[in-house]
């Protein structure tokens, strides 16, 4: 098949070609086109060195070579236009494939999502989240009943502990005053050493004495 008949189509109703197909083919005319565009130019310097060469020796060869070159150089110029023409084709080609490509992939996630989805009840989603907020409520409440725990002496009168506590303390001045008072009561202790052992048995028999009478003194008075 013919590069015209792959471009043109062989007259015959052929099915549209895919985005990546056009690319194709143009990428072809373009190659082609640049081989078409690099064979003028080299006939473009040929016909110029012609033209300098019978310049001053037979003009009118160097006249037909000057000809020639301007034919080369307006499908030179043709080509270059043409070139720049199936470019931008090319490009809004890939453009469209890119995009045809992406909403492919887009319609695909569309329809997993749609597939994600097919169980789901909009308003059955609503009342679980109602129901788990209401039970987040219900959650922070039983946390805030057990850090304020009552009946464990939040029903005692401070009033009555403070009275308590008053009588204690008195009972306890008392029995300081009372060691206090049955100190002073009692007999000082002699300093003066006994002569000898028969006077310091009398000594030791009055001392007894007097300690016996200090401690019935306190027993009457505490009792």
Do not use: C
């Not at 015959?12 to 082609?32: A, C, F, N, S, Y």
């Not at 992939?105 to 009342?127: E, F, I, R, T, W």
Request: glycine fraction near 4%.
């Amino acid at each position: 098949m013919s590069l015209l008949k792959k471009l043109f189509g062989d007259g015959k109703k052929d099915k549209t070609p895919t985005p990546q197909e056009g690319i194709q083919r143009l990428r072809e005319v373009e190659e082609m086109l640049m081989k078409k565009s690099e064979f003028l130019e080299k006939k473009i310097e040929g016909e110029i060195a012609i033209a300098r060469k019978n310049g001053t020796k037979n003009k009118r060869v160097a006249l037909q070579a000057l000809k020639r070159k301007k034919r080369y150089e307006k499908q030179l110029q043709q080509i270059d236009g043409t070139l720049s023409t199936i470019e931008f084709q090319r490009e809004a080609l890939e453009n469209a494939s890119t995009n045809t490509e992406v909403l492919s992939v887009m319609g695909v996630a569309a329809k997993a999502l749609k597939g994600a989805h097919n169980n789901l009840d909009v308003d059955k989603v609503h009342d679980l989240m109602d129901e788990v907020a209401e039970q987040q409520d219900v959650a922070n409440e039983i946390s805030d009943a057990i850090s304020h725990p009552v009946g464990f002496g939040q029903d005692m009168d401070e009033d009555d502990l403070l009275a308590e506590l008053e009588e204690l303390e008195q009972e306890e001045l008392d029995r300081q005053l009372l060691d206090v008072e049955g100190t002073e009561h009692l007999p000082s202790v002699p300093t003066a050493e006994p002569s000898d052992s028969r006077k310091a048995a009398p000594a030791r028999s009055q001392q007894k004495d007097d300690d016996d009478e200090a401690m019935r003194e306190l027993e009457m008075w505490a009792s």
